[in-house]
């Protein structure tokens, strides 16, 4: 997956130019039929979307997602409120342009001919493969040749069926697949988990999340190379629309709001360990429950799962951990830091996740205030990891070399270099463990995205089964035994009725773990 930044220069070029060229046709609060001016009149941004973690989502009470967050934005440069309808797939987030019913469709789909024949497609912002998937554990096959017939089940609109169709033609002219109507490409990814479908197709980033909470789900081939995702609109005569979307990608490619997002949403990606995150999610399972109260009552500046990636990271949850370096306990203190903080036990479970997100807390409270504030932690979270002055000597190496000091985005790739004597040199504090600090917060960051995932699909199950439950309630030994309808029952009874009303759904090796300095 191509990065932001590695398009910066062109798409900061392309949308200047464009912008240029289109602005002066354009009288923004003119014409009736002008579509800026329309959603300006109306005072509402109408955008389609589909449910997915990477677009729109709800997470604690609050709406999430890269596409989200970006039409949010849209909507405010536009100054208009957003309006956001959640469609099941692909197929009615077009609908709903061809019926007027959205202005903008920000769902994080490929740009791709057949689509930009028919609609007006804006700035790419990253790019994505499509991928075929599998069940970790059932045959692979090596190539589209190896899909039987009824295998592979696709969402209805997805782009890759444009691919299939070429490849059939040119390639594979027995491959065929069966479209679901019912299911989004999130659904069919689930269904490929629980072993219902044998493969159907995504695209490479919206993989790469979901795995981070079912490791089972495995990557079988790439259909496509990668392409650009883009944000989709009606295509007509009127280009006030397009002028707007350009300027505002600019915009927000000058201001460093790309690079941020891209950090918090797709900073994650790659580098997906099976053992690792099965691992890790087998223990959320085992040994989470106990710990959960302690994390949930001390994180006070942070979520309560972020802290307890923190802990898992540090020691695996594990409360007699020990290091060769002596330090010890869920959050690895040193035995001075603990004296400093008052614990007077490292071994102690709640003393040892009080005395770290205390100490985590005064690390964040010390990260310069020109950093935004959704990435104080992972300042502070190198510093707990390496020392808050090394830290510092990052910023100051990411500002010699023309990089953002406040951009975690930027600041992390220099982190590295503080182990290599030409940079360490010329900083005040001199050499550290950098490469470490860096595998340290992006560990963290996986731990945290697995878990948050993982916790949420436990409630949705939870709540699906308690909406079974009221369905079909468990009766009674004594309502059994009791004819609803008098002495003479209508029909036999048998102990499979019984069962039938009841019947419920039911539901790597690791990088240095120990913190240096804390």
Do not use: C
Not at 21 to 46: D, H, M, T
Not at 259 to 266: D, Q
Not at 281 to 301: G, H, I, W
């Amino acid at each position: 997956m191509k990065r932001f930044k590695i398009n910066y220069l062109l798409i900061g070029a392309v949308t200047v130019l464009l912008a240029v060229a289109l602005w002066p046709s354009i009288p923004w609060f003119g014409q009736a039929e002008n579509r800026i001016a329309a959603i300006q009149a109306r005072g509402v941004l109408r955008v389609s979307t589909i449910q997915s973690p990477l677009t729109y989502t709800q997470y604690q009470g609050k709406e999430i997602g890269l596409d989200y967050e970006m039409a949010e934005q849209f909507a405010r440069y536009l100054g208009v409120k957003l309006e956001v309808t959640v469609r099941p797939n692909i197929q009615e987030l077009f609908d709903d342009i061809d019926n007027d019913n959205a202005d903008v469709i920000a769902a994080g789909l490929v740009y791709n001919t057949q689509r930009s024949q028919k609609y007006q497609a804006g700035p790419a912002y990253y790019s994505v493969s499509q991928q075929m998937v599998y069940r970790m554990g059932s045959p692979r096959p090596k190539t589209l040749a190896g899909v039987k017939e009824n295998q592979l089940v696709l969402s209805p609109g997805v782009t890759s069926l444009n691919a299939l169709k070429k490849l059939k033609e040119e390639k594979y002219p027995d491959l065929s697949w069966r479209i679901d109507d019912q299911h989004s490409s999130t659904e069919l990814l689930q269904q490929v988990v629980d072993g219902k479908i044998a493969f159907t197709i995504a695209d490479s980033v919206a993989i790469s999340t979901f795995q981070r909470v079912h490791p089972q789900l495995a990557v079988a081939l790439d259909v496509t190379d990668e392409q650009p995702v883009t944000w989709f609109s009606a295509l007509d005569s009127d280009d006030s629309l397009s002028a707007a979307l350009l300027d505002f990608y600019n915009k927000l490619n000058s201001d460093g709001t790309f690079a941020r997002l891209e950090e918090k949403y797709l900073g994650h990606v790659g580098d997906f360990d099976y053992v690792d995150t099965r691992t890790f999610l087998k223990a959320v399972d085992s040994v989470l429950p106990e710990l959960q109260p302690l994390f949930e009552k001390y994180a006070t500046e942070i979520d309560w799962r972020l802290l307890a990636a923190i802990s898992y990271q540090e020691s695996h949850w594990d409360n007699q951990a020990t290091s060769p370096t002596g330090v010890r306990g869920l959050m690895m203190l040193t035995k001075n830091t603990a004296q400093s903080l008052g614990v007077t036990d490292r071994l102690d479970p709640e003393q040892s996740i009080e005395g770290g997100s205390r100490y985590l807390k005064d690390m964040m409270a010390k990260v310069p205030e020109s950093v935004p504030e959704e990435e104080r932690i992972w300042f502070a979270l190198a510093a707990y990891n390496m020392g808050y002055a090394h830290m510092l000597d990052a910023r100051q190496l990411t500002a010699k070399q023309k990089g953002n000091p406040d951009s975690w985005a930027d600041v992390k790739m220099r982190l590295p270099l503080l182990s290599l004597k030409p940079y360490y040199s010329k900083t005040t504090y001199g050499y550290a463990r950098g490469h470490e600090a860096y595998a340290y917060v992006e560990n963290i960051r996986k731990y945290h995205i697995s878990l948050a995932g993982y916790l949420l699909e436990q409630e949705k199950q939870e709540a699906q089964e308690a909406k079974y439950a009221e369905a079909y309630p468990v009766v009674s030994p004594v309502e059994l035994a009791t004819p609803r309808y008098g002495p003479f029952p209508l029909g036999p009874f048998s102990p499979a009725d019984v069962l039938e009303k009841n019947r419920l759904t039911l539901p790597s090796t690791l990088l240095p773990k120990h913190p240096q300095s804390h």
